[in-house]
T-cell receptor
Framework: SAVISQKPSRDICQRGTSLTIQCQVDSQVTMMFWYRQQPGQSLTLIATANQGSEATYESGFVIDKFPISRPNLTFSTLTVSNMSPEDSSIYLC?????????????FGPGTRLTVL | KQEVTQIPAALSVPEGENLVLNCSFTDSAIYNLQWFRQDPGKGLTSLLLIQSSQREQTSGRLNASLDKSSGRSTLYIAASQPGDSATYLCAVINDYKLSFGAGTTVTVRA
């Protein structure tokens, strides 16, 4: 398995501001993803974080709102830009590792964001 | 677009009873299916991964089955304990991207 950490674990932000969430993995991974879980709902995939190139976004998500970086195999950031209360969610990163159970996807502990 | 449905949405059982959680999906051309557990305010813990070529997977008290042709998976938890109280999510995997159901919230009463 993989040990995944996210920073911050939670934050309360004012509308119109931006927040950058970090995801760090303790081993090399093949793939990294960012998901959003809105209150009372299940998880929705935002994008695939590609190492050294632009992220691949799912329908309904755009780079200007959710810029993503992945400078190396073990680290990625997600920025939530120009926030509104509708962005209040838990944001989770997930990874597929090169070791352990093949194809199993592991999730970080999440970042709980509240936008006032 | 893949639609994943979990029934029931909530379940309350006395300790010791076996749990049966259902997951259905609309597109049978899946790669894998994974079951997760989520505790309140926490991230996801992977329980079982079933590859598309497999019919079931077992880990301790947990057993998950997969029937691709009918678009169904079932998670069985034997001899439930209060510590099993959580939300259980199934996710269908295609090209490493997960499509989640809404989850089944389980309460095991002591």
């Amino acid at each position: 398995s993989a040990v995944i950490s996210q920073k911050p674990s939670r934050d309360i932000c004012q509308r119109g501001t931006s927040l950058t969430i970090q995801c760090q993995v303790d081993s090399q991974v093949t793939m990294m993803f960012w998901y959003r879980q809105q209150p009372g709902q299940s998880l929705t995939l935002i994008a695939t974080a590609n190492q050294g190139s632009e992220a691949t976004y799912e329908s309904g998500f755009v780079i200007d709102k959710f810029p993503i970086s992945r400078p190396n195999l073990t680290f990625s950031t997600l920025t939530v830009s120009n926030m509104s209360p509708e962005d209040s969610s838990i944001y989770l990163c997930s990874v597929v590792t090169t070791s352990g159970s093949p194809d199993t996807q592991y999730f970080g502990p999440g970042t709980r964001l509240t936008v006032l | 677009k893949q639609e994943v449905t979990q029934i029931p949405a909530a379940l309350s059982v006395p300790e010791g009873e076996n749990l049966v959680l259902n997951c259905s999906f609309t597109d049978s051309a899946i790669y894998n299916l994974q079951w997760f557990r989520q505790d309140p305010g926490k991230g996801l813990t992977s329980l079982l991964l079933i590859q598309s070529s497999q019919r079931e997977q077992t880990s301790g008290r947990l057993n998950a089955s997969l029937d691709k042709s009918s678009g169904r998976s079932t998670l069985y938890i034997a001899a439930s304990q209060p510590g099993d109280s959580a939300t259980y999510l199934c996710a269908v995997i295609n090209d490493y991207k997960l499509s989640f159901g809404a989850g089944t919230t389980v309460t095991v009463r002591a």
